[in-house]
């Protein structure tokens, strides 16, 4: 940003990094050739994004446990289903909570958010579910996270295995039974939706 400002001689020096679009608020998409099965077919929502790495939650992986068999505090507020989504493959004990506020509403003024982008905040699990629940439009626990060390996300993406596309509120709330993935893509236009059509080919070329 700062060398706009100063207009484009910097940009003569400086390649722009491939992780340059990355930012809280943005999806990381699952090329169709992503075969880690930790990754494959995954929506990820960046929460953090700075020089020293990058964490996010996968936002389509529900499991089958009931957030109120481990937050009984939050379980009945999550949107369905109300189990736990798998966040990623990163200290799977720890849970986190994003929330979408209402319309009007905004994370600076509400005690336990953090915001992240837009309506999209972090929830703090210890704050009391019934001062927070009116602000919000949704919430949804999730457990671990996926990170990325210093330039490992910026490898990643040079090799193609993730599309960097701009978030919408809803996808923090997406159910199981839409296929978040395809709908990410589908939504970008032409080429970029035709890979929602991918078969998913198990064999690489």
């Known amino acids: 940003m700062r060398g706009a400002e100063h207009g484009h001689e910097e940009c003569d020096h400086y390649p722009v ?4 679009e990355v930012e809280p608020g943005t999806l990381l998409v699952a090329a169709p050739t992503m075969f880690d099965p930790n990754f494959r077919r995954t929506v990820v929502f960046v929460i953090d994004h700075r020089e020293e790495g990058t964490l996010g939650v996968v936002l389509n992986r529900p499991s089958d446990v009931p957030v109120d068999d481990v937050l009984p505090t939050w379980g009945h507020h999550v949107v369905e289903p109300q189990a736990v989504f798998v966040g990623g493959p990163v200290e799977k004990k720890t849970a986190l909570c994003l929330a979408a506020l209402r319309v009007g509403e905004n994370a600076a003024g509400v ?3 953090i915001g992240v982008r837009g309506p999209v905040a972090l929830v703090d699990l210890d704050s009391d579910p019934d001062v927070l629940v009116p ?5 949804r626990v999730f457990a671990g996270y996926a990170g990325w060390d210093a330039g490992q996300l910026a490898g990643e993406i040079t090799r193609g295995d993730w599309l960097i ?4 509120p809803s996808d923090v709330l997406a159910g199981p039974d839409h296929d978040l993935w395809g709908q990410v893509l ?5 080429p970029t939706a035709l890979l929602a059509t991918h078969p998913g080919d198990l064999q690489r070329n």
């Not at 990094?17 to 340059?20: E, H, I, L, R, V």
């Not at 589908?186 to 032409?190: A, F, K």
Request: aromatic residues 0%; without cysteine; positive net charge.
């Open 186 to 190: 589908r939504r970008q236009g032409v």
């Open 17 to 20: 990094p491939p992780d340059a």
């Open 111 to 113: 005690p336990g958010l």
């Open 135 to 139: 602000k919000v439009r949704g919430l």
């Open 165 to 168: 596309v701009p978030a919408l």
